[in-house]
């Protein structure tokens, strides 16, 4: 019988995700663009339903109709190549799938393109790795929701599963949707992984935490509210010791400078686009960005002064302070990364749902977390919530939790550590709880130099001054 489904792309992503949809009891069939590739998966597994192709018009031709096909190739460029290849091959109704990591604009763009020869394309996001690949990822598609059905009973079956079962699947909405909430997945991971880098700077430096003491501590945060697959494998990573012979911590030996391939700064770009705010993520792109400049670093620490007093009189609980301060700025950060959702899901006429969002992200994805639940709750309760932090269980965290992270951020500023993730956490929270800003003042400047108007707090309409006349 002919494969339900064909896997484009046997590179660790491709070859995974088509041995886990096998896994399932599907015959699946694939082909890469390299026969070689090809040649090893079909040798590495020889009892596997795979089927092979090495040219694309057999593996469309190989195919159960509508023809149903999942692309893993590199995002960009290669994609286009691949569907400029199969465009002539496929017929209408078929339903071809972008597993990789696209920008969602491109997305849009793909749909609207195929959409007129009648063919199918869904923009899937897929997080969790190459583990997460082969042994259930969790999956974002957007495109056309009669699409979606035809694959819906197959991703469902090779997705996470949260611990009460659910699959970390859902349509997400129409063309890019399924990439754009990819893009902020992602932007929220570098955001987790700045809060943990800066949480674990602050124990190190500030509290003088040891190597055992700092990995005992994450090992517990992983026990309560922090619960999380970042918060676990830091804690493993800090038990680690350099596998080259140096006998130091890997820590210590790994170069301080965090790459990146994008999609945080995707994350940011689409937020200024909208006009929301997502400084925290921001504020974590730029947190690689600086540490790249190590050379640059190293000169300044020799020259720039370091903070004069450093008598902090911490307090017993410290690890605990640093603690509530890292749940209160995830909380911000995921205010901020479903507050852009919002605006892109009315920017973009997709209807997010976004307590299911949150829900399958609880598993197979580098961003699964307990307190996801509590998003999920949050939207059950109400679907319209205008910002995270106004539901009553996050409402009361902040009430709880944000003495700490004042008192926290103060210490670091106080000993020269610097908290960019940490600090825009509670300038945003400040910012959102303010009734009044100085933003008056801005605008009085805009009036004065550019006679941009202003509006009153007193009376309908728009004014300008006269502030070059005598008064
Ligand atoms: P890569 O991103 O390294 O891409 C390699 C694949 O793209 C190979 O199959 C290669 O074929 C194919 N390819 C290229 Br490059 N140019 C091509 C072209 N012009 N025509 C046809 N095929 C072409 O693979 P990956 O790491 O498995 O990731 C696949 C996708 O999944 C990417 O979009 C990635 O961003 C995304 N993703 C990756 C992860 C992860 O953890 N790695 C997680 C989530 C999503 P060849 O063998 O002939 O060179």
């Known amino acids: 019988n002919k494969p339900t489904i064909g896997v484009i792309g046997m590179a660790v992503m491709g070859k995974n995700l088509a041995l886990n949809i096998e896994s399932r009891g599907y015959t699946v069939a694939i082909y890469n663009r390299t026969n070689a590739r090809t040649e090893k998966v079909v040798a590495d597994h020889p009892d596997k339903q795979l089927v092979p192709s090495y040219n694309l ?41 972008d597993g990789g990591n696209t920008f969602f604009e491109d997305t849009i763009a793909r749909n609207q393109r195929l959409d007129q020869s009648g063919i199918n394309f869904i923009g899937m996001g897929v997080s969790g790795g190459e583990l997460g690949a082969l042994k259930g990822p969790s999956i974002m598609p957007g495109g056309q929701k009669e699409a979606y059905d035809l694959v819906a009973p197959i991703l469902q079956q090779i997705a996470a599963r949260t611990d009460d079962g659910q699959p970390c699947v859902a349509y997400m909405g129409p063309n890019g949707a399924g990439h754009y909430v990819k893009m902020v997945h992602n932007g929220i991971e570098y955001g987790d992984m700045e809060l943990i880098a800066e949480s674990y700077n602050l124990l190190r430096h500030v509290g003088q935490y040891s190597m055992p003491q700092l990995a005992q501590t994450f090992k517990e945060w992983n026990a309560g509210e922090l619960s999380s697959y970042l918060v676990e494998i830091t804690a493993d990573i800090l038990t680690r010791q350099d596998d080259q012979g140096s006998s130091k911590p890997i820590v210590d030996v790994i170069l301080d400078a965090a790459e990146n391939k994008g999609t945080g700064k995707w994350s940011s770009q689409s937020a200024l686009e909208l006009g929301v705010p997502q400084s925290l993520i921001t504020e974590a792109v730029y947190a690689r960005y600086i540490s790249t400049f190590k050379e640059e670093r190293v000169a300044a620490s020799q020259v720039l002064p370091q903070p004069q007093t450093t008598d902090l009189k911490l307090s017993a609980d410290f690890s605990e302070q640093v603690r509530q301060a ?146």
């Open 57 to 97: 018009s057999d593996f469309v031709n190989s195919l159960e109709k509508p023809r149903r096909i999942i692309m893993m190739v590199k995002a960009g460029k290669p994609t286009d190549a691949v569907i400029d290849q199969l465009l002539p091959l496929l017929d209408a109704g078929d339903v071809l799938i």
């Open 326 to 471: 890292l749940y209160f700025s995830k909380i911000m950060s995921y205010a901020q990364g479903f507050a852009q959702l919002r605006a892109a899901s009315e920017h973009y006429h997709w209807q997010l749902n976004y307590g299911e969002i949150a829900n399958i992200w609880r598993a197979g994805c580098i961003i699964r977390a307990q307190f996801l639940q509590k998003i999920t709750a949050a939207y059950q309760k109400n679907p319209e919530l205008t910002n995270l932090m106004l539901d009553d269980y996050f409402k009361a965290i902040c009430a709880k939790y944000q003495a700490a992270t004042r008192q926290v951020v103060a210490w670091a500023v106080q000993a020269g550590i610097p908290v960019p993730a940490l600090s825009a956490a509670i300038a945003y929270y400040d910012s959102y709880r303010s009734a009044v800003l100085p933003a008056s003042l801005t605008q009085a400047q805009r009036d004065y130099f550019g006679a941009h108007t202003y509006k009153r707090v007193d009376q309908e309409g728009t004014f300008h001054y006269s502030w070059y006349e005598e008064q």
